[in-house]
């Protein structure tokens, strides 16, 4: 085999030149590099092929979704022990408990987005059932204007969202995308999530 390149092997092939009568025949040994048509990838360990499928689900997996769409058959007790290992790392967070359990892809950033998103479903459910709180909430984007100049640009799309179609600011306030999680950073609408609700939330939705 070639080193470093397990695709590639050297091979002995004979060339037999004429050199005429008076020389003779002689025989040199050359060696052909063939590289194969066919390149196996590496074998993806059983570790990265579940950061995939979690990198793949922003929205959790189940532990049995899990087993499922991996490449390899795995036994229930090595998934879980593997993700505990990967909990401990930091790369993967848990939501909910017991059967209702979803695992996330997940580094110090991305779960902060996960809970910040989680917390504004709540928030965007609580002003489906109490619209008129939306008025707490135009008091805190003034607080939030007064002390944060630098959030302005944030602060000017909320203020647009709030005085805009309901169904477009609930959607700003829940959509999984980079733009909106930017948006939930400079947000006035923790107010309408009591300490309460935001606890059981944090416990809810953990890392390692």
């Not at 091979?11 to 004429?18: L, M």
């Not at 401990?88 to 408990?97: I, P, R």
């Not at 996330?104 to 479903?121: K, M």
């Not at 999984?176 to 400079?186: F, G, I, Q």
Request: glycine share 6%.
């Amino acid at each position: 085999m070639c080193a470093g390149n397990p695709s590639m092997e050297l091979t002995p092939v004979i060339v037999i030149r004429d050199r005429g009568l008076n020389e003779g025949y002689f025989g040199t040994i050359i060696y052909s590099l063939l590289i194969h048509s066919r390149i196996l990838p590496m074998e993806q360990s059983l570790e990265d092929q579940v950061l995939a499928v979690l990198a793949a689900s922003p929205e959790g997996i189940t532990a049995r979704a899990l087993r499922v769409a991996l490449a390899q058959s795995v036994s229930q007790p090595t998934l879980w022990r593997l993700l505990d290992e990967l909990r401990a790392k930091g790369l993967v967070a848990v939501e909910g408990k017991a059967r209702a359990t979803r695992y996330h892809a997940s580094n110090g950033n991305r779960l902060a987005e996960i809970r910040s998103r989680r917390l504004h479903e709540l928030a965007a459910r609580t002003l489906i059932r109490h619209p008129e709180r939306l008025e707490r909430v135009r008091g805190r984007l003034r607080q939030l204007q007064a002390v944060n100049p630098h959030g302005a640009r944030y602060h000017r799309q909320w203020q647009a969202l709030i005085d805009g179609p309901t169904p477009e600011l609930l959607r700003a306030m829940t959509e999984d995308s980079d733009s909106a999680a930017a948006l939930r950073r400079e947000s006035p609408f923790t107010v309408l999530v009591d300490k309460r609700d935001r606890a059981r939330l944090f416990e809810r939705l953990r890392a390692g």
